[in-house]
Antibody
Framework: QVQLQESGPGLVKPSQTLSLTCTVS??????????WSWTRQHPGKGLEWIGYIYYSGTTYYNPSLKSRVTISVDTSKNQFSLKVSSVTAADTAVYYC??????????????WGQGALVTVSS | QTVVTQEPSFSVSPGGTVTLTCGLRSGSVSTSYHPSWYQQTPGLPPRTLVYNTNIRSSGVPDRFSGSILGNKAALTITGAQADDECDYYC??????????FGGGTKLTVL
């Protein structure tokens, strides 16, 4: 059973960089057929896909966030990370990491982390 | 910018059937969008219900079913139960590696 766990600061100051890490257990991040994704949820709102990364480093980002977002992977630690630069209060959200299945004609998010609340405030 | 539409709220009686839909502000949803559906109880992460239009995720009861109805993806819940009362999100693959979630439907069972 694959498990994902987000970690990182729960409070970030405006204009700084938000950084989160997702640790994967029960499976290798090197496994082919999967991307590793980030999605966020503003308080009381819906889900917003941020982007995902393959173990090789290939990334795809939400166009509306692309200029401020970087997703990276550390296969030696079985982790992947999210950085959002120049944050404002609008980046306050629960951030979820999830595994994305990318197999032959099968595409969806199957395993999700518990989520990490990040508040942007001075 | 692609906008995915869902009913903001829906109500169903216990034991009843409800169909939630997932559309595009411009255009029609087809299987090539690989629609998937996620259930979320407030305070918890999403749970995957259906993917690739109509394939149930492991452990999901067969009273949840996905389909294409007209120009939208649909999630039908038959025999609604009290613990089905939560939020439902659809997601569509819009190409170039990009996914878009709908705004979600808040389902009330009463």
């Amino acid at each position: 059973q694959v498990q994902l766990q987000e970690s990182g600061p729960g409070l970030v100051k405006p204009s700084q960089t938000l950084s989160l890490t997702c640790t994967v257990s029960g499976g290798s991040i090197n496994s082919g057929g999967y991307y590793w994704s980030w999605t966020r949820q503003h308080p009381g709102k819906g889900l917003e896909w941020i982007g995902y990364i393959y173990y090789s480093g290939t990334t795809y980002y939400n166009p509306s966030l692309k200029s401020r977002v970087t997703i990276s992977v550390d296969t030696s630690k079985n982790q992947f990370s999210l950085k959002v630069s120049s944050v404002t209060a609008a980046d306050t959200a629960v951030y979820y990491c999830a595994r994305y299945v990318d197999a032959t004609s099968t595409y969806y998010f199957d395993y999700w982390g518990q989520g990490a609340l990040v508040t942007v405030s001075s | 910018q692609t906008v995915v539409t869902q009913e903001p709220s829906f109500s169903v009686s216990p034991g009843g059937t409800v169909t939630l839909t997932c559309g595009l502000r411009s255009g029609s949803v087809s299987t090539s969008y690989h629609p998937s559906w996620y259930q979320q109880t407030p305070g918890l992460p999403p749970r995957t219900l259906v993917y690739n239009t109509n394939i149930r995720s492991s452990g999901v009861p067969d009273r949840f079913s996905g389909s294409i109805l007209g120009n939208k993806a649909a999630l039908t819940i038959t025999g609604a139960q009290a613990d089905d009362e939560c939020d439902y999100y659809c997601a569509l693959y819009v190409g170039s590696g990009i996914w878009v979630f709908g705004g979600g439907t808040k389902l009330t069972v009463l």
